[in-house]
């Protein structure tokens, strides 16, 4: 049987007035975000400023996750596909500044475990913050996926401007920044041109969050002081250098101090867990601090480990599987929740690995809104968290403590240790 060849066509519908989701985007679960499961598309974007007035969208998803049919009067099994876009000024906002609708054709492959990849131009306005809302459609059977994304060009010299590369192993880095330590890197700027940015490192933050209700909680002010600074100069739109050491790493354009951007580079593989180190400091949340005390004085953090899982749940089989289950979701939290400091250690990131992925995320300009379903052994609960712009990241977000937590956070502990 002759292999089908991969044909792709583009049908651009543009619809640049009166054009919206079919609900408001702050009315739009968003809970897929943190659990793929929940999605039968798992599209992964990136997202760059080609200059003030155009932005680039790249996007790329496994074909498999696209329904091919034969119609009558084909003789290959097709996708189709289409993706919405909108810009809207907040997330309030009832009508979008701009918006259009791109249809694509797709044909199967045998043995197809390719990805199908694409990447759209669009119009953005330049010296704003604005949100950038994505939905992608299978059209043969209307699974939907929607994202969105914070989008600053108040300045030349935001986030995503720029990316970075390495030759070494062929990797290109997008907006959030996961950054390599000790590799030699190559800053990419949208514009060929002639100027420094500063670079300010500062070491790992060791807080972590107490219990959400644990009122007492130390405000979380990242007033950070950098341990070192450095100098990258751009020679038409490149710079190269290196990350010495691991920790937080923001840059700026001299004159914006306050206007910078990150590199997450908290430890080796980050934000995976690649050594058995990275995986003691987490358990924080299902020990006692006597526990946790004692899991360090060990000097042993494979033993460590092993013993504390092992006695905790006094079976080597369930140990295992709640030790995937537990580094998983610390992985997935460094993933979605990092600003100046890991995923891990923010309240999402507590509550994410404690509780799981929410059942409904609900985003505003002001944050989050989490919501569990009750379920036959637990009761339902919510949760909700408040932007703290920082000079960081936008994606610093506060939990509202209360004393109410208290059940649900024990009951909660309890499932990891039985």
């Not at 699974?143 to 720029?162: E, G, M």
């Not at 080796?268 to 004692?294: A, C, F, H, K, N």
């Not at 989050?368 to 610093?396: G, I, K, L």
Request: hydrophobic letters at 35%; glycine letters at 4%; proline letters at 6%.
């Amino acid at each position: 049987m002759k292999t089908k060849t991969l044909i792709f066509t583009a049908i651009f519908t543009l619809f640049l007035a009166g054009c919206r989701p079919q609900k408001r985007i702050d009315q739009i679960n968003l809970a897929h975000l943190y659990n793929m499961a929940l999605s039968d598309l798992t599209p992964k974007y990136e997202v760059y400023h080609l200059e003030e007035g155009k932005t680039q969208v790249r996007y790329h998803f496994p074909a498999s996750q696209l329904l091919h049919v034969r119609g009558t009067r084909e003789d290959h099994f097709l996708g189709r596909y289409r993706l919405n876009w909108y810009i809207f000024e907040s997330y309030d906002s009832k009508t979008p500044l701009d918006s259009a609708h791109i249809q694509f054709t797709d044909t199967l492959r045998l043995d197809d475990s390719r990805l199908i990849s694409e990447t759209i131009t669009i119009p953005t306005p330049g010296r704003k913050v604005f949100q950038l809302f994505l939905e992608l459609e299978d059209l043969h059977r209307r699974a939907r996926h929607s994202q969105s994304f914070y989008i600053d060009k108040t300045h030349p010299y935001a986030a995503q401007f720029f990316y970075f590369g390495s030759g070494e192993q062929e990797d290109t880095f997008y907006a959030p920044f996961f950054l390599p330590v000790n590799r030699e890197l190559t800053a990419h700027y949208s514009d060929s041109i002639h100027f420094e940015i500063d670079l300010k490192y500062f070491p790992q933050p060791r807080q972590i969050p107490a219990a959400p209700y644990v009122l007492e909680q130390t405000i979380d002010q990242p007033n950070l002081q950098p341990d070192t600074s450095y100098t990258l100069k751009f020679t038409q739109g490149q710079a190269t250098f290196s990350l010495p050491d691991h920790g937080l790493y923001y840059f700026h354009h001299p004159d914006l101090p306050r206007s910078g951007f990150s590199s997450y580079s908290f430890h080796e593989g980050y934000p995976y867990l690649l050594e058995t180190e990275d995986m003691l400091m987490p358990l924080r949340y299902i020990t006692s601090s006597g526990e946790y005390e004692q899991l360090f004085d060990l000097g042993d953090a494979d033993l460590a480990v092993e013993r504390f899982w092992i006695k905790t749940t006094g079976n080597p089989d369930r140990a295992s599987t709640l030790m995937r289950r537990y580094y998983n979701r610390v992985e997935k939290a460094n993933l979605y929740f990092s600003s100046h400091k890991p995923g891990w250690q923010t309240d999402r990131g507590m509550i994410y690995i404690v509780f799981g992925p929410p059942d409904l995320v609900y985003r505003s300009d002001t944050g989050e809104d989490w919501h569990y379903r009750e379920s036959f052994q637990e009761p339902s609960q919510s949760f909700t968290f408040t932007r703290e712009v920082n000079r960081f990241s936008y994606n610093n977000l506060v939990l509202e403590r209360s004393t109410t937590y208290r059940r649900a956070w024990n009951m909660a502990v309890d499932k990891w240790r039985r």
